[in-house]
């Protein structure tokens, strides 16, 4: 009996599960969080996701770990609940594989962190609203929206992105229902794009929003990893991105409205 146990202790010390992978960063994991989020609560947040999808439990644990780790990075809770960053799984070459999406809260929580912005906000234009944009000499660029009513299974026709800069000002970015669909992954259907349509289209509002703003360092850090293979490198606390092949950078060239000044 005894052999057999020890046989069975070396199997699983051979084969560790992901739980065992994700359960070994802890000490990586708790030096990222540096104090800022409970190691204990992230990592069982973390596992507790993950087991939840067969798909992500056989994914490349290189990827696993470095949406993990990236999430730490960046201090970031994973999962629905607070809507700041999901891990999906998508194939890719005959095997499965851990991409990161960074969520609509998420990506405001980073922009906050800049000391030049004050406030992101993003709403659904939807049909029936009453909803303009132009320019004159006495107010510049802006836009005028008077919601029908707060119907949110009426169309989408469109999504602004705002910010308020601590100097005064407001910049705002808006993109229509078709810019939004062309900046869906390939593979949308089964990740949060799918499950949470409204808050991805706001997410990428912001996303549009976001290269005219004053970056954090991890504001930067993670629109680069944003969608992309991130992968963990072992025996550091570092993550490598690649960008997919067939992901585009930027949606088609449309006709659109993008991030302008309104003086206060």
Known sequence: MS????????????????????EAQRPAIERQLAGAMNADAFVRAVISEVSKSNDLMQADPRTLLGGVMLAAQLRLE?????????????????????LPILGFQGLI??????????????????????????????RGLFYDWTPK????KRPMVGVVATARMRQG???????????VEARR????????????????????????????LPKSTDLGRA?????????????????????LDDEPDEAPPVESWDAVEVKP
Not at 109 to 137: H, M
Not at 169 to 179: I, P, V
Request: glycine content about 6%; aromatic content about 8%; proline content about 4%.
């Open 223 to 243: 629109l680069e990893a944003d969608e992309q293979k991130v992968q963990h490198i072992k025996g550091l606390d570092e993550v490598e991105v690649t960008r």
């Open 78 to 98: 994973i999962g629905p609940g607070l809507g700041e960053l999901w891990l999906t799984p998508r194939r890719e070459k005959g095997q499965m594989i851990c």
């Open 169 to 179: 000002g407001t910049t705002w970015a808006y993109l229509t229902t078709e810019q």
């Open 109 to 138: 929580k980073l922009a906050l962190r800049s000391e030049f912005v004050t406030n992101v906000q993003a709403f659904i234009v939807r049909d029936g609203d009453d909803w303009s944009y132009g320019a004159n000499a006495e």
């Open 185 to 212: 992954p390939t593979y949308w259907q089964k990740t949060p794009w799918g499950s949470h349509p409204d808050e991805m289209a706001k997410k990428t509002a912001v996303r549009a929003l976001a290269k005219y």
């Open 149 to 152: 009513d707060f119907e949110e």
């Open 3 to 22: 052999t057999d146990l020890s046989v069975a202790a070396a199997t699983a010390k051979s084969k560790p599960t992901m739980r065992d992978l994700i």
